[in-house]
Each structure stands twice: as C-alpha cells, then as structure tokens.
C-alpha cells in the first residue's frame, strides 16, 4: 500500500510500523510519551507533519523537533531503580523544570515507566528498553506495586475494609485489593491498577487526606534502604525475574469493549449477595481476610 498525504499536507502512512512504537524502539521515549509529541506536531516522518495512527517503513526519517531519531545498535537496554523524591515529576518534559530526566541527569536517553505523584515518593524504574514498558503499565497483567501511606487522622477498621474492598472513584469502582493497618495513623497497600492519584482519590472518598505516600515496591523489586534522591541499576536477578512476570503479558490493551457494571441499586438484594460472594472468591487479593499478616498473606498466594 501506498504513501500519502492528507488534504493538509500532513504525512500519513497506511503499512510498516506504528509510529509511536518505532520512537520508543529507539529508546527515545515511552509509546505514552510519543503520543504526546506526536499530538503536538513534534514529529515529523521525511520532513512532513505526522498525524496520530501514522506508520513508519525502513527508508523513511522520522524526526522529533527536527532531530532525527535513529536507534543505537550499540546501546544496551538499561534498568534503573530511582527513590524518586517529593517535588520531582515524573515526566520527560524539559519545560518542566522539575522533570526526572532532568533530576536524574543520566548520559543516556532514558525514559520513567508509569508514573508517581510529584507529591509522593519512592521506588520509580527508568529504562530504554520501549518493548518493556507497556507490559508493565498494563493494569491486566497483575504487577503489583506496594505502597506506605500516613493520612491525617486515625485509621478505623471500617477504613480498611472499604479500602480493600474497593472504592468508587472516576467513573468505576477500585479493584480488591491487600490493605494492611501498620499504625494508628498508617497503612500498606498493594495496587494492580494504575488509575490516577488511586490512593489520594480513595482515601478522599473516605474522609482522609493523604499525608505522607511512598512506594516501596514495584513487581519484585524492593526499594530497601535507597536513600531519596539516589538509584541504582536494577540486578541482572531482578531483570530475569522482571522478564519472567511479564513474559506473558499483553503489549497492548485488551480489544475487547469494557461493558459498564450495573449499578448496585438496579440489583435485587439476594442478586446482591450472590454477586459479592462470586467476586470474593475470584479475587485472587479476598485471600487476604483469612490470614492474619501480611506475611502469611503473601505465603499463601
């Protein structure tokens, strides 16, 4: 199939790979990244404007700011693990004075996998490694990421119940999920999902305010004793066992359409019931209530 150009001028091409995807193969930035820039005009392939959906074939040049981007074939993947501190963003924008990239100052193009709250803080992975980075983003997968919160008052039992059984925040309801009372005023908790500010926006829902929210965990890297501020290259250990936990894991989004849950006044109460008692035996986190630690929690899985 063909080349082209839309009314407008602008490149668009019908075969070969997908724009974004090729930007990230080249360790430029993440697919959400390029997206972005594509979005806004940024990219151009063979000096012409491409639009979102383009594609990019072997002979074409395809251009970020009028640089062109080409992959190294000398450059090794790199895995680094980052105690991202409060008040930097998360972020490969440079007009952000306060963006990782420019934190960190690594010699080498590199790229955050999801994101952290600029108020939160904790463990954070940067790579040039773009195949790697969608499978770990995708909620569908299951990469846990375990987090330390304060909040500003006391902590109840009905918090923690509700925390784990699932809140209803933008439009659907938080999935189950292990939550752990660590002190009067603090708790543990273990995330599958990525929904935006999902901590903050929970305990909101609940009458909280977040104080303090630190990630010390992401799959099965540790953050341990990384001060704030400082990283470290991930083990070869941590990466064999990374690539294992996402080997199967999808690259891109389910196509199946997401059909919207009934809402719980539209269920008869014994329908009710069933439904509860169906969905605490599926989730592979219900487990949590027959233990009594953490410990044995994760022991059991």
């Known amino acids: 199939m063909q080349n082209g150009k839309n009314k407008e001028g602008n490149f668009k091409m019908q075969d070969g790979i997908s724009l974004n995807k090729y930007i990230s193969s080249t360790g430029f930035c993440s697919r959400r990244e390029a997206d972005k820039l594509i979005e806004q005009a940024r990219v151009t392939i063979n000096d012409n404007i491409a639009l979102p959906g383009a594609r990019v074939q072997d002979r074409d040049i395809v251009c970020v700011d009028g640089e062109p981007v080409k992959k190294k074939k000398s450059d090794r993947p790199i895995y680094i693990a980052l105690n991202k501190p409060v008040g930097v963003t998360s972020t490969t924008d440079t007009k952000d004075k ?9 010699p080498k193009r590199i790229f955050p996998i999801g994101r952290l709250d600029k108020d939160s803080d904790g463990l954070i992975f940067l790579t040039n490694d773009g ?5 770990i983003l995708r909620a569908e997968n299951n990469h846990e990421k375990e987090y330390i919160v304060t909040v500003d008052k006391a902590i109840t039992p009905e918090f923690i119940q509700k925390m784990a059984n699932g809140v209803p ?37 609940l009458g909280y305010e977040v ?9 099965n890297v540790q953050l341990g004793n990384l001060a704030p501020g400082k990283w470290r290259y991930l083990t070869q250990p941590e990466i064999t066992t ?19 849950a009934p809402s719980q006044k539209d269920i008869k109460p014994k329908e009710q019931k069933k439904l509860l008692a169906k969905e605490e ?10 233990h009594t630690s953490y410990k044995d929690w994760r022991n059991k899985r």
């Open 98 to 106: 306060t963006n990782i990239i420019s934190f960190l100052n690594y």
């Open 211 to 219: 104080r303090t929210l630190t990630r010390i965990r992401i799959m």
């Open 242 to 260: 990374i690539e294992s936990l996402i080997a199967g894991s999808s690259k891109t989004a389910s196509s199946a359409k997401k059909v919207k």
């Open 169 to 205: 925040i933008l439009g659907e309801t938080t999935e189950h999920c292990f939550v752990k009372q660590e002190g009067s005023r603090k708790f543990r908790i273990i995330l599958t999902q990525g929904l935006n500010r999902q901590i903050r926006r929970m305990c909101e829902y």
């Open 281 to 290: 035996k599926s989730s592979p986190l219900a487990k949590q209530k027959k």
């Open 131 to 135: 195949d790697i980075v969608n499978k």
